[in-house]
């Protein structure tokens, strides 16, 4: 019974400010006005080459480019906190942070020459800002990506107090492989080969940096799973076996809870589960059914007396606050995805054809483009004209065409979109990365509130640093 479940005690009143108390019938709680707590949380992250074991268990040490001694630092905010990160280089090559979801100040974003000058070796930079969202969200470098992402350049970052409902565990499961060549080292992160199609994968697979690792959580309970790829390529089609789950937030959105069959998730893209955790000693198993045989990716293990939490009927969480898109007035652009290298026609639904017919001069560095136009030569230092100039505070729907027959997951910086178009059963879900599937169509909207130049990019990292890439600008 929902009575069972303890109240979420709310701190700073932050209700109280609103107008009214949230629902939480059919349509799900109401949104909120963010509300500073006045609290600053601080970290120091120091990008550097260290020897980790991968996997973290049981595996060779290999050397690793890590924020930290932890090979993947996790930071916790409550909303309303304000964030402090000094990041430091101390690597041979430059960096930047990139914090994946979060409606940053466009100067905080993190893309070398397009919002600050790469942090040089040696260098720092100090990233401040507070957050507007609450949710699952990721940070890692923007600079020669597929290497520093391959090599670990990655964390966590979680804005908690969205929870009506308190959940009796909140985990965490990164997904994420390694490309390990079994001598202490990394195997290749990329060919030419590979960066035309799918990509390169990992062959260790891990959860947590570990290889099916088992995650104790209370028998019987609710159990809050925020799961992210942050893998730079692979993408899952998740499920649990042995225990209800439902989907409740969407790159740290929520939605009205989704019960989980199957879930498609690209590289960036997070989904936070509500799970009736496992009884005493037993288990369920979070598995991928992408490929041929299902890999079984971790397990969720029940500990201790069983608890009683009645029937399993997720509450939703508490959304953030976005302005929401007028669509009535809503200017559209069209961008297509393609390969460089295929000519390729798609007929869309209203009729038109779009021709390919020549292909765009084609170098070992450009594979793939946006709207024929692929960004010069995978580097940040000259800026290629933007994709699109947008009007603060107008409403525009972005329509996605994929004419390649490979899967891109889109994504947007600066804004959180709505998808118009449902991709897996959700609806009106809120989100920052977009799966494309083959030939596939996708309508995103929102509100140009965030004034800068952001990036618009294919987050495989391979498709996005061989030219699926490019920017706007919200002036
Ligand atoms: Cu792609």
Known sequence: MKA???P???????????????????????ARPLMPTGRTVEHWLVAAERMVRIPADAGPEVPAWTFGPEPLPMIRLQRGDSLRVRAENRLDQLISIHWHGIRVPNAMDGVPYLTQDPIRTGGSFDYTFTPPDTGTFFFHTHCNTIEQLGRGLAGVLIVEGDELVRHDADLVCVLRDWRIDGQGGFAEFTSNAAAAKAGTFGQVRTV????????????????RLRILNIDPTRIALLGLEGTPAAVIAIDGNGLPPVPLESWRLGPAMRIDLSVR?????????????????PVPLARLRGMGPRLDRGRFDPA?????????????KAETFRLTFQSTAVASDLVLPDGQVL????????????????DRKTWP???????PPPLFELVKGRSYVIELVNLSQYQHPIHLHGVTFQVLDPRQGESG???????LGPRDRVRIAFVADNPGDWMLHCHIIEHQETGMMGWFRIA
């Open 429 to 435: 879900q809120r989100a920052d990365t977009v799966l």
């Open 377 to 383: 030569e995978a580097g940040h230092q000259q800026l």
């Open 4 to 6: 069972a479940r303890r």
């Open 277 to 293: 955790a496992p009884g005493p000693g037993e288990e369920a198993v979070l598995y991928d059914y992408f490929s041929a045989e």
């Open 208 to 223: 947590n940096d570990r290889v099916e690792p088992v995650l104790e959580v209370p028998a019987g309970g609710e159990v």
């Open 316 to 328: 939703p969480l508490i959304p953030s606050d976005f302005p929401a898109p007028d669509l009535e």
């Open 8 to 30: 979420f005690l709310l701190g700073a009143g932050a209700f109280l400010a609103g107008a009214a108390l949230p629902e939480t019938g059919r349509s799900g709680p109401l």
């Open 355 to 370: 021709r390919y017919a020549d292909s765009i001069c084609l170098s070992s560095a450009t594979l793939w483009a946006i």
